[in-house]
Protein backbone atom coordinates (compact mmCIF):
# COMPACT_ATOMS: atom_id res chain seq x y z
CA UNK A 1 0.00 0.00 0.00
CA UNK A 2 1.57 3.35 -1.18
CA UNK A 3 0.78 6.52 0.96
CA UNK A 4 0.30 9.58 -0.60
CA UNK A 5 2.92 12.45 0.11
CA UNK A 6 1.93 15.23 1.93
CA UNK A 7 1.17 18.40 0.34
CA UNK A 8 4.43 20.81 0.86
CA UNK A 9 3.96 24.20 1.94
CA UNK A 10 4.32 25.43 -1.31
CA UNK A 11 1.20 23.61 -2.62
CA UNK A 12 -0.49 24.68 0.60
CA UNK A 13 -0.07 28.05 -0.35
CA UNK A 14 -1.10 28.04 -3.95
CA UNK A 15 -4.06 26.54 -3.46
CA UNK A 16 -5.09 28.78 -0.59
CA UNK A 17 -3.96 31.74 -3.08
CA UNK A 18 -5.82 30.73 -6.06
CA UNK A 19 -8.73 30.30 -4.24
CA UNK A 20 -8.80 34.04 -2.80
CA UNK A 21 -7.76 35.26 -6.75
CA UNK A 22 -11.10 36.85 -8.14
CA UNK A 23 -11.79 36.57 -12.15
CA UNK A 24 -12.22 40.21 -13.46
CA UNK A 25 -16.09 39.92 -15.99
CA UNK A 26 -16.57 43.50 -18.32
CA UNK A 27 -19.57 43.72 -19.06
CA UNK A 28 -21.27 46.05 -21.92
CA UNK A 29 -24.50 46.88 -22.39
CA UNK A 30 -24.69 47.50 -25.60
CA UNK A 31 -28.42 49.45 -25.29
CA UNK A 32 -26.77 51.95 -23.15
CA UNK A 33 -23.76 52.25 -23.48
CA UNK A 34 -23.04 51.27 -19.57
CA UNK A 35 -19.80 49.36 -18.59
CA UNK A 36 -19.46 47.24 -15.33
CA UNK A 37 -16.75 45.38 -14.02
CA UNK A 38 -17.96 42.49 -11.60
CA UNK A 39 -15.09 40.14 -9.39
CA UNK A 40 -16.47 36.91 -9.51
CA UNK A 41 -14.29 34.03 -7.43
CA UNK A 42 -12.94 31.06 -9.86
CA UNK A 43 -15.27 28.84 -8.14
CA UNK A 44 -18.45 31.27 -8.47
CA UNK A 45 -21.06 30.20 -11.12
CA UNK A 46 -21.63 32.12 -14.09
CA UNK A 47 -25.12 32.56 -13.27
CA UNK A 48 -23.94 34.06 -10.17
CA UNK A 49 -21.49 36.98 -12.09
CA UNK A 50 -24.87 37.23 -14.15
CA UNK A 51 -27.48 38.12 -11.39
CA UNK A 52 -24.83 40.56 -10.50
CA UNK A 53 -24.83 42.10 -13.55
CA UNK A 54 -28.41 42.95 -13.90
CA UNK A 55 -28.16 43.95 -10.24
CA UNK A 56 -25.86 46.62 -11.48
CA UNK A 57 -27.65 47.36 -14.35
CA UNK A 58 -30.72 47.80 -12.72
CA UNK A 59 -32.53 45.68 -15.15
CA UNK A 60 -35.04 42.48 -14.71
CA UNK A 61 -34.17 39.48 -17.01
CA UNK A 62 -36.51 39.05 -19.66
CA UNK A 63 -36.97 36.21 -22.15
CA UNK A 64 -35.18 37.58 -25.09
CA UNK A 65 -32.38 39.12 -23.48
CA UNK A 66 -29.05 38.29 -25.05
CA UNK A 67 -25.65 38.46 -23.02
CA UNK A 68 -22.68 36.53 -25.49
CA UNK A 69 -19.03 36.66 -24.96
CA UNK A 70 -17.49 39.13 -27.16
CA UNK A 71 -14.56 37.10 -28.04
CA UNK A 72 -16.37 34.03 -30.09
CA UNK A 73 -20.48 35.36 -29.88
CA UNK A 74 -21.23 32.34 -27.78
CA UNK A 75 -23.94 33.02 -25.46
CA UNK A 76 -23.41 33.09 -21.88
CA UNK A 77 -26.61 32.20 -20.67
CA UNK A 78 -25.98 28.59 -21.85
CA UNK A 79 -23.28 28.31 -19.15
CA UNK A 80 -24.79 29.78 -16.26
CA UNK A 81 -24.75 26.12 -14.13
CA UNK A 82 -21.26 26.27 -14.77
CA UNK A 83 -18.28 27.66 -12.56
CA UNK A 84 -17.00 30.97 -13.56
CA UNK A 85 -13.00 29.79 -13.72
CA UNK A 86 -14.05 26.64 -16.13
CA UNK A 87 -16.23 28.59 -18.43
CA UNK A 88 -13.11 31.34 -19.04
CA UNK A 89 -11.00 28.31 -19.73
CA UNK A 90 -13.00 26.22 -22.11
CA UNK A 91 -14.82 29.46 -23.75
CA UNK A 92 -14.54 32.71 -23.07
CA UNK A 93 -10.98 33.41 -21.34
CA UNK A 94 -11.04 37.61 -21.63
CA UNK A 95 -14.13 37.60 -20.05
CA UNK A 96 -15.81 40.42 -21.81
CA UNK A 97 -19.56 39.80 -22.51
CA UNK A 98 -21.89 41.89 -24.30
CA UNK A 99 -25.48 42.52 -22.96
CA UNK A 100 -28.52 43.51 -25.07
CA UNK A 101 -31.84 43.52 -23.67
CA UNK A 102 -34.87 42.79 -25.07
CA UNK A 103 -36.37 44.87 -27.77
CA UNK A 104 -39.51 43.65 -28.26
CA UNK A 105 -39.35 41.82 -31.34
CA UNK A 106 -37.17 40.41 -33.71
CA UNK A 107 -36.53 43.26 -35.39
CA UNK A 108 -35.74 45.43 -33.12
CA UNK A 109 -39.35 47.17 -33.17
CA UNK A 110 -42.16 46.85 -31.00
CA UNK A 111 -44.25 43.49 -31.20
CA UNK A 112 -47.12 43.22 -32.86
CA UNK A 113 -46.91 46.66 -34.53
Known sequence: ?????EPSETQILE?????????EVTIHNEDNGAVVKIDGHPNSSVHEVVSE???KFRLDRQTGDRLRCEGNGGDV???EAE????????????LVWLFAG???????GVAGS
Not at 1 to 5: A, E, F, L
Open 1 to 5: MSQQP
Open 102 to 108: DQGGADG
Open 53 to 55: MYS
Open 15 to 23: KDEEQRKTL
Open 77 to 79: FSH
Open 83 to 94: DLNEYAKRFCSK
